[in-house]
């Protein structure tokens, strides 16, 4: 069963794969399979009819060799140790691929938000980033969005450090609003690297995207901002899901209107755009050009791949393939890019928002997205790079080599203390 991988094996196997392709000393792979530290939290809240609830939550802080530890916090009834761990793994090779000068990190509080109010969630927020600050800083650590978070909770996680710190320093958080720091940009930033990464896919690999049809399992963030710009490059999108089910209709439909209709009902079922239902499963072994899986990991596991029909991957979530799948699917040569550079648009926009906070100097919209495309196309160039120098089975392997690489050189030139 998918939801018995654990993604922090998944991710240790992926690092290990990546290393049996470079010349690299075993203590050097071992480092980079475990993190250096994790904060584990019993948070005792109290909800608004005046009893306290204990969440459990977690920071892993996974490799700082290359800068301060980046990566977001999610909110999730499925948030775990492993997970938050494996999460932070990913974000050390993410930052390594797209070359931003960050080390790996995430966190995690255990709950469904939809079952709390939002003066519980504030709370809770700012009890999490009360237990957070001794980790976090500019310099240290810097949070941002993930699964189930956004503006508000980066707001709350910003004022909670500065009041208890008695300073301003919007850089200890990215993906804040745009009137408390934020950057133009941040919010598409993580759907617009996945289109950026599909066009470079589609053109690596000869093939068109005018009229090239697209499925995207889940509908948040990364999925329904990657559904519509892909759609602007000439893409037809005929199926979208969210958890609680998906549409399909073969001649396409407005990935824009398909979004409204999931903010007023709250999901995308019942959108009169699309012809038929479908379950995600459905969704995924449709024969599409394209499939983007965008919500969870291990959405796709070793029997999903091998009913699999679509031509390529782009995977927007973390992890949303089983080392199994990835597995079947180079069998079956069909080309899989990977999360670590196709959904690296946001913490690149991340980075662009840290050092605008830094120089207090900040950017135009277009600057911001000009920039991105100038990352992303860089790291593809390096993951083909990467691809075509290596024996290599995956487009994955290639580009943990190249992220490999940067962060052993890092932690080779650092050398070791005491
Ligand atoms: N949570 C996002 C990710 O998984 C963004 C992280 C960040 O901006 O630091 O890449």
């Given at each position: 069963?998918?939801?018995?991988?654990?993604?922090?094996?998944?991710?240790?196997?992926?690092?290990?794969?990546?290393?049996?392709?470079?010349?690299?000393?075993?203590?050097?792979?071992?480092?980079?399979?475990?993190?250096?530290?994790?904060?584990?939290?019993?948070?005792?809240?109290?909800?608004?009819?005046?009893?306290?609830?204990?969440?459990?939550?977690?920071?892993?802080?996974?490799?700082?060799?290359?800068?301060?530890?980046?990566?977001?916090?999610?909110?999730?009834?499925?948030?775990?140790?492993?997970?938050?761990?494996?999460?932070?793994?990913?974000?050390?090779?993410?930052?390594?691929?797209?070359?931003?000068?960050?080390?790996?990190?995430?966190?995690?509080?255990?709950?469904?938000?939809?079952?709390?109010?939002?003066?519980?969630?504030?709370?809770?927020?700012?009890?999490?980033?009360?237990?957070?600050?001794?980790?976090?800083?500019?310099?240290?650590?810097?949070?941002?969005p993930d699964v189930n978070t956004g503006q508000r909770e980066m707001n709350w996680i910003k004022d909670t450090y500065e009041t208890l710190e008695r300073t301003n320093e919007p850089g200890v958080i990215t993906g804040k609003a745009p009137d408390s720091g934020g950057s133009a940009g941040r919010v598409e930033a993580t759907g617009r690297s996945v289109m950026l990464v599909s066009r470079e896919g589609f053109k690596y690999l000869d093939k068109d995207i005018a009229d090239a049809t697209v499925a995207v399992q889940g509908y948040?963030?990364?999925?329904?901002?990657?559904?519509?710009?892909?759609?602007?490059?000439?893409?037809?999108?005929?199926?979208?899901?969210?958890?609680?089910?998906?549409?399909?209709?073969?001649?396409?439909?407005?990935?824009?209107?398909?979004?409204?209709?999931?903010?007023?009902?709250?999901?995308?079922?019942?959108?009169?755009?699309?012809?038929?239902?479908?379950?995600?499963?459905?969704?995924?072994?449709?024969?599409?050009?394209?499939?983007?899986?965008?919500?969870?990991?291990?959405?796709?596991?070793?029997?999903?791949?091998?009913?699999?029909?679509?031509?390529?991957?782009?995977?927007?979530?973390?992890?949303?393939?089983?080392?199994?799948?990835?597995?079947?699917?180079?069998?079956?040569?069909?080309?899989?890019?990977?999360?670590?550079?196709?959904?690296?648009?946001?913490?690149?926009?991340?980075?662009?928002?840290?050092?605008?906070?830094?120089?207090?100097?900040?950017?135009?919209?277009?600057?911001?997205?000009?920039?991105?495309?100038?990352?992303?196309?860089?790291?593809?160039?390096?993951?083909?790079?990467?691809?075509?120098?290596?024996?290599?089975?995956?487009?994955?392997?290639?580009?943990?080599?190249?992220?490999?690489?940067?962060?052993?050189?890092?932690?080779?030139?650092?050398?070791?203390?005491?």
């Open positions: 069963m998918a939801n018995e991988v654990n993604p922090f094996e998944s991710m240790q196997e992926q690092g290990d794969d990546a290393a049996a392709y470079v010349d690299l000393a075993d203590d050097v792979v071992e480092r980079l399979k475990y993190p250096e530290r994790v904060l584990e939290l019993n948070l005792s809240v109290e909800m608004d009819d005046g009893t306290l609830e204990r969440f459990e939550a977690y920071r892993s802080q996974f490799n700082g060799d290359r800068g301060p530890y980046k990566g977001g916090i999610r909110y999730h009834p499925g948030v775990t140790r492993d997970e938050v761990k494996a999460l932070s793994g990913w974000m050390a090779y993410k930052c390594a691929a797209v070359n931003i000068p960050y080390g790996g990190g995430k966190g995690g509080i255990k709950l469904d938000p939809a079952e709390y109010s939002d003066t519980e969630l504030e709370r809770i927020t700012r009890s999490y980033a009360e237990e957070l600050r001794p980790l976090i800083g500019e310099n240290r650590d810097i949070p941002a948040g963030n990364a999925g329904s901002v990657a559904a519509k710009l892909i759609d602007d490059i000439g893409a037809n999108v005929v199926a979208v899901s969210d958890s609680s089910g998906g549409i399909y209709d073969p001649d396409g439909f407005d990935a824009r209107a398909a979004k409204d209709h999931k903010n007023e009902t709250g999901s995308v079922n019942g959108f009169a755009g699309a012809s038929e239902e479908i379950t995600n499963e459905e969704l995924l072994t449709l024969d599409v050009d394209l499939l983007i899986p965008a919500a969870l990991e291990n959405a796709i596991d070793e029997a999903i791949a091998q009913n699999l029909e679509a031509d390529m991957i782009v995977e927007a979530a973390n992890g949303p393939l089983t080392p199994d799948a990835d597995d079947v699917l180079a069998e079956r040569d069909v080309p899989v890019f990977p999360d670590i550079l196709a959904n690296a648009g946001g913490v690149t926009v991340s980075y662009f928002e840290w050092v605008q906070n830094r120089q207090g100097f900040y950017w135009t919209e277009q600057k911001v997205n000009n920039e991105l495309e100038r990352f992303i196309v860089a790291a593809f160039e390096d993951l083909i790079e990467g691809y075509e120098s290596h024996d290599v089975e995956s487009y994955r392997e290639a580009m943990y080599i190249v992220a490999i690489k940067r962060l052993a050189n890092a932690a080779k030139e650092g050398g070791v203390w005491p």
